[in-house]
C-alpha cells in the first residue's frame, strides 16, 4: 500500500465492473453489474496432467469428458457446493473472470460469491483464497439461500417471515427468513 492509502488492486479494480458468482458443483454462473448473467458454464476443467497446463474450461472441458487423450484430464473441482480441488477452482475462477471482462487481463473486480450455509470457516478461507489469487480486489461471501431471496425480490428486512429453498447440482439450501 502506499502513501495514500490505495494499492494496485484497488486501482485495477476502477476499471472492471462487479461481479457477482454462484460458484456452484455442476454449474458456475457469474452476474456483472449492469449485464446481467454473463457467464453460465459447467464447473469443469480440462488440464493436461503432463505439462499441468489448462486445456479447456466450462462447455469446452464437458465436451471433453469421456474423449480426451490419455494425458488430458476433466475435473470437477467443486463437491458438495466447496471446493474439493483448489488450485484447480482457482483456475476456472481465473478464467470465467476473464471471460465476463472480454479477455482483458488487467481487471481486478469486487466480487460477491455464493457459499452454501454449512460450509466451514477453512472452506469459506478456501473460497476467498482463490478469488484473491484470481485477481479479485475484494471479495465477499454470502450464503446462497440469502443470496436467492434477495435476487427474488423477498422483504429481508421487514417484519416478516420467509421461507427460501434453493436447490442445486450438489446442494439444496433450505432457510428460513425472519425478521421483527
Same mark, same amino acid.
Request: charged share 20%; aromatic share 6%; with cysteine.
Given at each position: 500500500? *502506499?502513501? *495514500? /492509502?490505495?494499492?494496485?488492486? %484497488?486501482?485495477?479494480?476502477?476499471? %472492471? ?7 456452484? !458443483? ?9 449485464? @446481467? ?10 488440464? *493436461? #496432467?503432463? +505439462? ?13 469428458? @469421456?474423449? +480426451?487423450? /490419455? *494425458?488430458?484430464?476433466?475435473?470437477? $473441482?467443486? #463437491?458438495? /457446493? ?11 475462477? !481465473? ?25 466451514? $470457516?477453512?472452506?469459506?478461507? &478456501? ?17 446462497? &439461500?440469502?443470496? &436467492? &431471496?434477495?435476487?427474488?425480490?423477498? $422483504?429481508?428486512?421487514?417484519? %416478516? ?8 447440482? @450438489? +446442494? ?6 425472519? +425478521?421483527?
Amino acid at each position: 500500500m *502506499n502513501k *495514500n /492509502g490505495y494499492n494496485m488492486r %484497488s486501482v485495477f479494480s476502477l476499471f %472492471s465492473s462487479d461481479l457477482a458468482i454462484d460458484l456452484g !458443483t455442476a454449474n458456475t454462473l457469474v452476474f456483472s453489474h449492469g449485464k @446481467g448473467i454473463v457467464v453460465n458454464e459447467p464447473s469443469i476443467v480440462a488440464i *493436461n #496432467k503432463a +505439462t499441468g497446463e489448462v486445456v479447456a474450461v466450462g462447455r469446452e472441458a464437458k465436451e471433453m469428458l @469421456g474423449r +480426451t487423450p /490419455g *494425458n488430458v484430464v476433466a475435473i470437477k $473441482p467443486m #463437491k458438495d /457446493g466447496v471446493i474439493a480441488d483448489f488450485k484447480v477452482t482457482e483456475k476456472m475462477l !481465473t478464467y470465467f473472470i476473464q471471460k465476463a471482462h472480454n479477455r482483458r487481463v488487467l481487471v481486478h473486480p469486487r466480487i460477491v460469491i455464493g457459499v452454501p450455509s454449512e460450509i466451514t $470457516p477453512v472452506e469459506k478461507r &478456501a473460497v476467498q483464497d482463490s478469488a484473491y489469487r484470481a485477481r479479485a480486489s475484494e471479495v465477499y461471501l454470502v450464503e446462497q &439461500a440469502m443470496a &436467492a &431471496a434477495i435476487g427474488a425480490g423477498l $422483504p429481508i428486512e421487514e417484519p %416478516s417471515g420467509n421461507m427460501v429453498v434453493d436447490i442445486g447440482g @450438489g +446442494t439444496t439450501d433450505i432457510c428460513l427468513l425472519y +425478521t421483527s
